[in-house]
């Protein structure tokens, strides 16, 4: 699984939210040597996921259709955890909203991004 893969565990979840850590790892670092843009932005886009399942019924089908992310400070392995936690701000019969934010240990925040999520006809 991706999570797996990229060495995301999901710790908490709650109605209308969830929340992943991660170690950052030269495993994915760019060639600048620092983690690549891809790592937060899968990061945020499975705590939004999650998020917004948090507000589905079961079986419900669900994928992401627009995301963007700000990167405000540079990801490195020495960072050591990070958590990254997924709000749901708009849950409709059709389409979702949410946000989700990266940050360290400290509270010092990485990356912050927002998505929209539509639900798929049963």
Request: charged residues 20%; aromatic residues 10%.
């Amino acid at each position: 699984a991706m999570a797996e893969v990229m060495g995301f565990r999901l710790v908490a979840v709650g109605e209308g939210t969830a929340t992943f850590e991660a170690f950052p790892s030269p495993r994915y670092y760019n060639p600048q040597m620092r983690m690549h843009g891809g790592y937060c932005a899968t990061l945020i886009d499975s705590a939004m996921g999650c998020a917004v399942q948090t507000k589905l019924a079961a079986k419900t089908g669900y994928g992401t259709i627009e995301m963007k992310i700000n990167y405000v400070r540079k990801l490195t392995e020495e960072t050591g955890r990070i958590t990254c936690t997924g709000t749901v701000i708009h849950s409709g019969r059709t389409m979702f909203t949410a946000e989700a934010k990266v940050m360290d240990a400290a509270g010092k925040l990485y990356a912050h991004g927002s998505g929209t999520f539509l639900v798929y006809p049963e």
